[in-house]
T-cell receptor
Framework: NAGVTQTPKFQVLKTGQSMTLQCAQD?????MSWYRQDPGMGLRLIHY???????DQGEVPNGYNVSRSTTEDFPLRLLSAAPSQTSVYFC??????????FGSGTRLTVV | GQQLNQSPQSMFIQEGEDVSMNCTSS?????WLWYKQDPGEGPVLLIA?????ELTSNGRLTAQFGITRKDSFLNISASIPSDVGIYFC?????????????FGKGTKLSVIP
């Protein structure tokens, strides 16, 4: 039981490049979310999903896309990377009525 | 949207001392969660609270769900060096159909041996 797995752990992008942050969970959790963490800002919700095929925007969705084709996977796509997207990204999953389990994060730098 | 005010922002304490931190929200929550984050890692769930007035312990940690449902408290007794980290409160109002977990900005705890 691996929990929530995020890849890659580190990434450097040039402004304008696109990439996909991968997230997979093996706990059969219905709910999955993506957060970004910036100094002094805590964790802010980017997008979330309540089940396969269903996604919705969080607090800071601009510049990011998500899809949920399976229960296990919830990739986050950066369409055209900007320096403001330099952050640590966390994927999390949970089941009904329980707290989120977090992955170990992806540290993204956009230059 | 919902806002969580977490205090204090940071604490420096002596090993062996007790620690208290709290969180208040602008709206009613049905669930309160407390997480700890170690450097370079994701947050780890410490305690979950599901009912107003609930008091729950996890080892030296005790958390309470405020009666007003707009606040929560976390206490750490007899702190040790491995308690160092950032503690986050979080909550959501599942009763209102919201699946978005809102986080406080964290309390950074430093323990002086």
């Amino acid at each position: 039981n691996a929990g929530v797995t995020q890849t890659p752990k580190f990434q450097v992008l040039k402004t304008g490049q696109s990439m996909t942050l991968q997230c997979a969970q093996d706990m059969n959790h219905e709910y999955m979310s993506w957060y970004r963490q910036d100094p002094g800002m805590g964790l802010r919700l980017i997008h979330y999903s309540v089940g396969a095929g269903i996604t919705d925007q969080g607090e800071v969705p601009n510049g990011y896309n998500v899809s949920r084709s399976t229960t296990e996977d919830f990739p986050l796509r950066l369409l055209s990377a900007a320096p403001s997207q330099t952050s640590v990204y966390f994927c999390a999953s949970r089941t009904q009525g329980r707290g989120y389990t977090f992955g170990s994060g992806t540290r993204l730098t956009v230059v | 949207g919902q806002q969580l005010n977490q205090s204090p922002q940071s604490m420096f304490i002596q090993e062996g001392e007790d620690v208290s931190m709290n969180c208040t929200s602008s709206s009613i929550f049905n669930t309160w969660l407390w997480y700890k984050q170690d450097p370079g890692e994701g947050p780890v769930l410490l305690i979950a609270l599901y009912k107003a007035g609930e008091l729950t312990s996890n080892g030296r940690l005790t958390a309470q769900f405020g009666i007003t449902r707009k606040d929560s408290f976390l206490n750490i007794s007899a702190s040790i060096p491995s308690d160092v980290g950032i503690y986050f409160c979080a909550g959501y109002d599942s009763g209102a159909g919201s699946y978005q977990l809102t986080f406080g900005k964290g309390t950074k705890l430093s323990v002086i041996p």
